[in-house]
């Protein structure tokens, strides 16, 4: 009976009072506790099949044409791959500022003498 609960990942508690090596002949009743799991059993992904990438705003399955990378970072749908449609938190309007700058620069006339 130890050795099924034992498969089954459940542990009988310490009997106070017994050796070890002796069987517990009393008649008071003691209550299963299961093994603490490790994050490695849980963790552990199925072999075999790869995880589908997934939007992160709606949760369908992406496929591979159908996969939108936000400048965010998100991995979105065709209904969500606009910045409106998901809660994006990339700044656009510095971004388009700091572009706009960069192809743009400043010119400066040189002074001319008054006459």
Avoid: M
């Avoid at 700044?91 to 010119?107: I, Q």
Wanted: with cysteine; net charge positive; proline share 6%.
């Amino acid at each position: 009976a130890v050795r099924s609960l034992e498969t089954q990942g459940l542990t009988l508690p310490p009997i106070h009072g017994a050796r070890a090596g002796q069987a517990n002949t009393s008649n008071t009743s003691i209550a299963c506790q299961k093994k603490p799991q490790g994050d490695a059993i849980a963790a552990k992904p199925k072999e075999g099949r790869s995880q589908r990438q997934r939007c992160s705003q709606c949760g369908k399955k992406l496929t591979l044409a159908g996969t939108f990378t936000c400048r965010c970072g998100r991995l979105l749908c065709t209904k969500h791959r606009y910045a409106e449609a998901h809660p994006c938190t990339y700044d656009y309007k510095t971004e388009g500022r700091r572009e706009l700058k960069h192809a743009n620069p400043a010119v400066h006339a040189l002074k001319l003498p008054k006459i």
